[in-house]
């Protein structure tokens, strides 16, 4: 008998995380967004861009460590299983490095010429 190719319990743990990380990231932009439309306290402002920052650094860590996971159980597995996971990987990595580069730079321009 065949048996089935089942993913590794910490390809699928990342995959959960880089989700979960994902969707905070896109909630916190969305918030971003809305507290621009709705005059937020420039405080309160800030406090979404910092948690951006840090929340994309962390996405960008679990996406670029899951991206090696997958690419290193698919070559010693000789399987194919962990390739939409590996492209979701990239994009995440990607699109968390923008959003990083993003909220740092508003956070920079947002202290002024004279700091």
Partial sequence: MKQKSEKILLIRLFQRTE???FVYLLILLFFYGLGNYQHFLDSSILLIL??????????ALTAF?????????????KTC???????????????AVIFL???????????????
């Fill in 19 to 21: 989700a979960f990380l």
């Fill in 50 to 59: 910092k948690i951006t920052s840090y929340i994309s650094v962390l996405l």
């Fill in 65 to 77: 460590i899951k991206l090696i996971l997958c690419c290193t159980f698919s070559v010693v597995q």
């Fill in 81 to 95: 299983i962990y390739l939409p996971a590996l492209f979701f990987s990239i994009f995440a990595v990607v699109f």
């Fill in 101 to 115: 580069l993003f909220s740092a730079g508003i956070n920079l321009l947002s202290l002024g010429p004279g700091q």
